[in-house]
Each structure stands twice: as structure tokens, then as C-alpha cells.
């Protein structure tokens, strides 16, 4: 598994995670995301983009972390759970 691509998945689910926790990034107001469940709903769809541009490029490792961090966000999402 390419390292940098794990690095980026995890590191765009964890954004994601904490906005769907109601958690915004230092400066995230400033920039115009002033809410927490539309950057999150935009972090999840950055992910899937991902998702369907690398479809068929990845190693399995690397389609299966994406699948399941996506997945869970989905989920969390979906449920408005914390």
C-alpha cells in the first residue's frame, strides 16, 4: 500500500469525522465553511470522487481502506450519529 495515498484517505476521513462531530477546522469560518455538516457531506463526496477516479487503479489494500472509510462516513452521515 502506497503510504502517501493511506495518508490522504485517513487524513480526509478524519476531517470528515470530527465535522460530522460538529467539529470545524481553526479558520474554517473565516474561509466560508461556517457549517459543520456541509463540510463534512463535502469531505465524504471529495472521497468518493476519489474513489471513482482511482476505480480500478488501486491495490486492494489500498480500494479496501478507501470502501470501508467511506462507508463508515456514509453511514455516520446518514444516521446523524456522533
Excluded at 33 to 55: E, F, P
Amino acid at each position: 500500500m502506497n503510504q502517501h495515498f493511506a495518508s490522504l484517505i485517513l487524513g480526509l476521513a478524519a476531517q470528515a469525522n470530527a465535522s460530522l462531530d460538529g467539529s470545524l477546522p481553526e479558520g474554517a469560518a473565516e474561509a466560508g465553511a461556517d457549517n459543520a455538516s456541509q463540510l463534512a457531506r463535502a469531505l465524504i463526496d471529495t472521497l468518493g470522487a476519489l474513489q471513482d477516479k482511482t476505480r480500478g487503479n488501486l491495490d486492494v489494500d489500498e480500494a479496501r481502506l478507501l470502501d470501508e472509510a467511506l462507508t463508515a462516513l456514509r453511514i455516520k452521515f446518514a444516521t446523524g450519529a456522533k
